[in-house]
Nanobody, 115 residues
Framework: QVQLVESGGGLVQPGGSLRLSCAAS????????MGWYRQAPGKQRELVAT???????NYRDSVKGRFTISRDNAKNTLYLQMNSLKPEDTAVYYC?????????WGQGTQVTVSS
C-alpha cells in the first residue's frame, strides 16, 4: 500500500512562490508516473504536472514556465515549485502515484493566491 502526504500549501500573494512536497511511503514500484493535480471549487480535477521514472515531465499549458516538478528518490519525495502564482492557481493540490493499473492519491493541500 502506498501512502502520499502533501505539505507546503498556504496563502500567498499574486506573483509569489510556494513549494509543495509529497512524501511517499510503502512499496514504490517502477516504472511509475507521479504527478500533481488540482481542483478548484466547482471545477473538475485537472492535471498540473507529471514526472516519470525516466524523468520525463509534462505540464499543463497554463503553468509552463512557472511551475517545476521534481523528485528526490533518496527521500521518496515529490516536489512542485510554483512561481509567479496567479489567483487562478487557487485550488486544492493533490499528489498522485500511478503504477500499472494501480493509482493512489494524497489527501490534498490548499493553495490560495490572493491579495
Amino acid at each position: 500500500q502506498v501512502q502520499l502526504v502533501e505539505s507546503g500549501g498556504g496563502l500567498v500573494q499574486p506573483g509569489g512562490s510556494l513549494r509543495l512536497s509529497c512524501a511517499a511511503s510503502g512499496i514504490i514500484f517502477s516504472p511509475y508516473t507521479m504527478g500533481w493535480y488540482r481542483q478548484a471549487p466547482g471545477k473538475q480535477r485537472e492535471l498540473v504536472a507529471t514526472i516519470t521514472t525516466y524523468s520525463n515531465t509534462n505540464y499543463r499549458d497554463s503553468v509552463k514556465g512557472r511551475f517545476t516538478i521534481s523528485r528526490d528518490n533518496a527521500k521518496n519525495t515529490l516536489y512542485l515549485q510554483m512561481n509567479s502564482l496567479k489567483p487562478e492557481d487557487t485550488a486544492v493540490y493533490y499528489c498522485n502515484y500511478q503504477w500499472g493499473p494501480h493509482e493512489y492519491w494524497g489527501q490534498g493541500t490548499q493553495v490560495t493566491v490572493s491579495s
